[in-house]
């Protein structure tokens, strides 16, 4: 079975921009989720999405953003980019039921804003 | 306010001796736990889970132990081996919620 997968890799945008990035979670897997992590702060919840719907939300300002289409896959969009938004942004998918719910991982996109 | 807190920042063990890595959390609202080992440049790696009705779950050499009214649960990895130099993260989640993890300790086994 294919892993997450995340697009792309590296990014490297200037302060105000916005950006767009991308999750393919593993097959049958409804539920994504998006963490940044940094590291004086780690790994910190974005939000999660479920059969296209947000089902959960961290403590993150409205220039984070998210989008889950009909065949799970999942965009995240930062916009008016900050400084302190460098970070590797991570996509975990799972299958989103009720319960110990263990989470898969891609392999990030580094993120650098100049 | 750090809800799990990973209060080791590094571990080093001998390779073949036991390693025990610590976690301790404050909500006690969070109902299952989970541990993941990253390596640098790429995404944290599921390990083993615990649900909060248990106190202990083993996958090989892998045990987690929970601590219900401690707030406090611990992997042990057992014996440790070269390719087990990572950084581990414990994390714990609950109903909907994402997953709250700490910051890591970052194992490292001598040979």
């Known amino acids: 079975k294919a892993g997450v997968t995340q697009t792309p890799r590296y990014l490297i945008k200037t302060r105000g921009q916005q950006v767009t990035l991308s999750c393919s979670p593993i097959?049958?897997?409804?539920?994504v989720s998006w963490y940044q992590q940094t590291p004086g702060q780690g790994l910190q919840f974005l939000f999660e999405?479920?059969?296209?719907?947000?089902?959960n939300k961290g403590n993150f300002p409205g220039r984070f953003s998210g989008r889950q289409f009909s065949n799970s896959r999942s965009e995240m969009n930062v916009s008016t980019l900050e400084l302190g938004d460098s970070a590797l942004y991570l996509c975990?998918?799972?299958?989103?039921?009720?319960?110990?719910?263990?989470?898969?991982f891609g392999p990030g996109t580094r993120l650098t804003v100049t | 306010d750090q809800q799990v807190k990973q209060n080791s920042p590094s571990l080093s063990v001998q390779e073949g001796r036991i390693s025990i890595l610590n976690c301790d959390y404050t909500n006690s609202m969070f109902d299952y736990f989970l541990w993941y080992k990253k390596y640098p440049a790429e995404g944290p790696t599921f390990l083993i889970s615990?649900?909060?009705?248990?106190d202990k779950n083993e996958d090989g050499r892998f045990t987690v132990f929970l601590n219900k009214s401690a707030k406090h649960l611990s992997l042990h990895i057992v014996p440790s081996q070269p390719g087990d130099s990572a950084v581990y993260f414990c994390?714990?989640?609950?109903?909907?919620?994402?997953?709250?993890f700490g910051k890591g300790t970052h194992l490292i086994i001598q040979p």
């Open positions: 994390a714990a989640g609950g109903g909907a919620d994402g997953l709250t």
């Open positions: 999405y479920f059969s296209e719907t947000q089902r």
């Open positions: 975990a998918s799972s299958h989103g039921g009720i319960g110990p719910r263990e989470q898969y």
């Open positions: 615990i649900s909060s009705i248990k």
């Open positions: 097959s049958g897997h409804r539920s």
